[in-house]
């Protein structure tokens, strides 16, 4: 079993939705980020966060640490919003590598 | 551009032959890290730096994998013999030494083994 699990694997949305992504951890961890991938590879941090809520442009992130779990917003998505997005922690006992889980491919339809 | 970078961004090579990678970090990062990522899964770490020194190697890293960082700056990660299942994206990342350690991603290098 993966340390991360996201939801949904798959999400198409029509222009102008709220979007909701999920993501879950079963190991402690001291931060937790959200990554976006565009065709081509690259990744873009879009957020890092080890408590309560960030909130850059029209993307918010949450997380519960009790919970374990965090939730990536979109809100008034636009078809540029189309790339996957990867959750990954970072272990809290000395590790400094990612753990990622396995992302969500977001299409936004015009 | 004072972001990471990796070089090739594509390479395509036969089986059994070696390939070699580099990734340069942003300048002031003495963290690199080295990820894989296979097709429809998320990356997986293989290996990471603080300056030159190779501090944990995952143990994806086979015996045919090598990395280094000789001056703590750029890194090449080198496969040697390679099979068709190291056809990947290859990763690289850095940081700064700190208790915020946010990782930065390079473009990425895209294997493919015929």
């Known amino acids: 079993k993966n340390e991360v699990e996201q939801s949904p694997q798959n999400l198409t949305a029509q222009e102008g939705e709220f979007i909701t992504i999920n993501c879950s951890y079963s190991?402690?961890?001291?931060?937790l980020h959200w990554l976006q991938q565009h065709p081509g590879g690259g990744i873009v941090s879009l957020f890092m966060?080890?408590?309560g809520k960030k909130k850059h442009g029209r993307l918010i992130a949450t997380i519960n640490i009790q919970e374990k779990h965090s939730s990536l917003h979109i809100t008034a998505s636009h078809p540029r919003d189309s790339a996957v997005y990867i959750c990954?922690?970072?272990?809290?006992?000395?590790?400094?590598?990612?753990?990622f889980g396995t992302g969500t491919r977001l299409t936004v339809i015009p | 551009d004072t972001g990471v970078s990796q070089d090739p961004r594509h390479k395509i090579t036969k089986r059994g032959q070696n390939v070699t990678f580099r990734c340069d970090p942003i300048?002031?990062?003495?963290?690199l890290y080295w990820y894989r990522q296979t097709l429809g899964q998320g990356p997986e770490f293989l290996t990471y730096?603080?300056?030159?020194?190779?501090?944990?190697k995952s143990r994806l890293l086979s015996d045919r994998f090598s990395a280094e960082r000789p001056k703590g700056s750029f890194s090449t990660l080198e496969i040697q013999r390679t099979e068709q299942g190291d056809s990947a994206m290859y990763l690289c990342?850095?940081?700064?030494?700190?208790?915020?350690?946010?990782?930065?991603f390079g473009p990425g290098t895209r294997l493919t083994v015929l």
């Open positions: 300048s002031e990062h003495n963290r």
């Open positions: 190991v402690g961890i001291s931060a």
């Open positions: 730096f603080q300056n030159e020194a190779q501090l944990e």
């Open positions: 966060l080890s408590s």
């Open positions: 990342a850095s940081s700064l030494v700190s208790a915020y350690n946010e990782q930065f």
């Open positions: 990954a922690v970072r272990g809290q006992t000395g590790a400094n590598n990612l753990f």
